[in-house]
């Protein structure tokens, strides 16, 4: 009886036990259903890739001869590591070593190169592998080069290890790089959708 017992209690302490290791094995799954993702990545815009089309809408005011609202551009860039250019002017550029993807942004101007909060509404592409391991948003941009401009942007979808991906990017406006354009800094905050 006290065999019986014993094997009885260690049979019982076996499933406990497993039934632990189970269930903390899947406590993240639970905690967490969307499977949070957050990383952080530097993009130094490369000015010799930058083209515009210029928008022949309406000129009201002599001194908005362009860009004006409605002029649509494409523009290339390297991606970094997130914290490997620094604030400032002048900082790093697109061709120094350590790029680990390139950034295609198309976008159109939503307000007059001439003001003092020049606008953008951009789609940024993100190639880590080709398109094969890419990801798309698409938001507001404005403080052309201007250091520490905030905006928020929306992720549209991935492919490769991005599929399915939906969720937030915080871009920091970090200054620029030797060529003169913008340097960025992007945060993305990925929730999956299965």
């Known amino acids: 009886m006290k065999r019986t017992l014993q094997l009885g209690l260690s049979t019982l302490a076996i499933v406990m ?16 259903p969307h499977n949070f993702e957050a990383f952080t990545v530097d993009v130094a815009v490369n000015h010799e890739t930058f083209a515009l089309n210029p928008s022949t809408g309406l000129v009201l005011h002599p001194q908005d001869l362009g860009p004006n609202r409605g002029s649509t551009f494409i523009v290339d860039g390297t991606i970094f590591p997130g914290g490997t250019l620094q604030k400032g002017a002048g900082q790093g550029s697109p061709d120094m070593p350590g790029g680990i993807g390139s950034w295609i942004c198309k976008g159109i101007f939503t307000s007059v190169l001439a003001t003092e909060d020049v606008g953008f509404d951009t789609t940024q592409m993100f190639e880590f592998n080709g398109d094969a391991d890419g990801i798309w948003t698409e938001g507001l941009e404005a403080g052309l080069g201007k250091q520490g401009v905030i905006t928020h942007r929306t992720i549209l979808g991935g492919t490769g290890r991005f599929r399915g991906a939906q969720g937030e990017v915080i871009q920091e406006a970090l200054g620029t790089n030797a060529g003169g354009t913008p340097n960025i800094r992007l945060t993305f905050h990925i929730q999956r959708v299965h």
């Open 17 to 32: 036990a497993a039934s632990v290791v189970l269930h903390l094995g899947t406590t993240p799954a639970m905690a967490d």
